[in-house]
Every structure is written in structure tokens, then in C-alpha cells.
T-cell receptor, first 109, second 116 residues
Framework: KNEVEQSPQNLTAQEGEFITINCSYS?????LHWLQQHPGGGIVSLFM???GKKKHGRLIATINIQEKHSSLHITASHPRDSAVYIC???????????FGKGTKLTVNP | GAVVSQHPSWVICKSGTSVKIECRSL??????MFWYRQFPKQSLMLMAT?????????EQGVEKDKFLINHASLTLSTLTVTSAHPEDSSFYIC????????????FGPGTRLTVT
């Protein structure tokens, strides 16, 4: 079993919809990361969090340490949000990242 | 701030030749740089961790003689794919941290390597 599991694998939404992507992990972590990868391949770090909740614009990330679960929410989704969203964890004091397999989001106009 | 660049963004080379990919931190000194590869429709796979002035630490299964990593300064790390073969064709991405024991990584835009 992978140490970081994401769901769903693929997600299609209509513009304006509220999006949720889930991430579960099975190891002790120092931090959890949400990354965005556009079709061109470049990766942008959206959030790094170790507790609670963070918000940036239309994006919200939450983490529940006890349940080893995190969610990424996108409010009022837009076609430009179409990308692969990757959950990754910094495992127990290490700087190395362990990656989930990603969620491919397509937002249709 | 915290911009990481890679050069080239894409490269095509013939089988048996070597290719060098550069990763630079443009506006900060990178204490650690990481090299990843990504096959189509797959997630990133860590190849090696690189610290300035010391030998890179390679992940299990990554051939250090094939993927030469040099971290000559706090702003530059290079990955050289030696004697490239078609199976080395992949997307190579670097990332950097800007202080020790920092978990935040800043990613480069990636380099797409095609070996013919």
C-alpha cells in the first residue's frame, strides 16, 4: 500500500463547482504539501501545512493529524484550475517528499 | 521570491551521448537540492539529494555512475545523464530548499529529455 493515497484519481467538474480532493497518509509526518502541476509540467507549491487550515484565494487546505487526512478545496472552480494536484508528505523529520499519485482535475466551461 | 530555474527546458539527444541539465536557485541560496524524474501519467520519483560541496545521496535503484550530480555552489546543481538510452527519456525536475531542516521545496519548471 502506498504511504500517501489520493482520491479521486480523476475529477471532472463544471465551472463554478466546489471541488474537494482528499489525501490520506499512513506515516508520521513533519509537514504535508499540496502541489499543482500544469500540463506543461511545472510544479507550484500551493500549501505546506502541519496542522489546522490554510486559505489562499479560492483554495483551502485542511489537515487532521489524528486521522492522518488532508483535503484540498477549490471554491468557484474555473477552467484555469485544470491541472494535476499532488499531495506529498515530509516524512518524520526528513526533507524528502513522499508523493501521492495525483488527482487530475478538469474544469469545463 | 524563491525562484528555481532549469536549463534546458527540453533536449533531444542521440543514444550513447551525455546530457547535462542545470538547476539554479535565482534569488536564494539553496541548502539542499533534489532531483526527480517523472514518467508519463506517473508521480514524481526522487532520484537523489544534493548538498553543496558534498557527494549526492542517491535513492535505491538509481545508478550514480549514470546520473552524475554535481552541486558546485549554493545556487547551482547539475545532473548529467551519461550514455543516454531511450529508456532515460523522461521529465526531470529539480527542487531546492532555502534553509536547513526546512520542509518547503521550490520546484524548477522541469526538463523534458528525449533520447533517440
Amino acid at each position: 500500500k502506498n504511504e500517501v493515497e489520493q482520491s479521486p484519481q480523476n475529477l471532472t467538474a463544471q465551472e463554478g463547482e466546489f471541488i474537494t480532493i482528499n489525501c490520506s497518509y499512513s506515516v508520521g509526518i513533519s509537514a504535508l504539501h499540496w502541489l499543482q502541476q500544469h500540463p506543461g509540467g511545472g510544479i507550484v507549491s500551493l500549501f505546506m501545512l502541519s496542522s489546522g487550515k490554510k486559505k489562499h484565494g479560492r483554495l483551502i487546505a485542511t489537515i487532521n493529524i489524528q486521522e492522518k487526512h488532508s483535503s484540498l478545496h477549490i471554491t468557484a472552480s474555473h477552467p484555469r484550475d485544470s491541472a494535476v494536484y499532488i499531495c506529498a508528505v515530509s516524512k518524520g523529520g526528513s526533507e524528502k517528499l513522499v508523493f501521492g499519485k495525483g488527482t487530475k482535475l478538469t474544469v469545463n466551461p | 521570491g524563491a525562484v528555481v530555474s532549469q536549463h534546458p527546458s527540453w533536449v533531444i539527444c542521440k543514444s550513447g551521448t551525455s546530457v547535462k541539465i542545470e538547476c539554479r536557485s535565482l534569488d536564494f541560496q539553496a541548502t539542499t537540492m533534489f532531483w526527480y524524474r517523472q514518467f508519463p501519467k506517473q508521480s514524481l520519483m526522487l532520484m537523489a539529494t544534493s548538498n553543496e560541496g558534498s557527494k549526492a545521496t542517491y535513492e535505491q535503484g538509481v545508478e550514480k555512475d549514470k546520473f552524475l550530480i554535481n552541486h558546485a555552489s549554493l545556487t547551482l546543481s547539475t545532473l548529467t545523464v551519461t550514455s543516454a538510452h531511450p529508456e532515460d527519456s523522461s521529465f526531470y525536475i529539480c527542487s531546492a530548499t532555502r534553509q536547513s531542516n526546512s520542509y518547503e521545496q521550490y520546484f524548477g519548471p522541469g526538463t523534458r529529455l528525449t533520447v533517440t
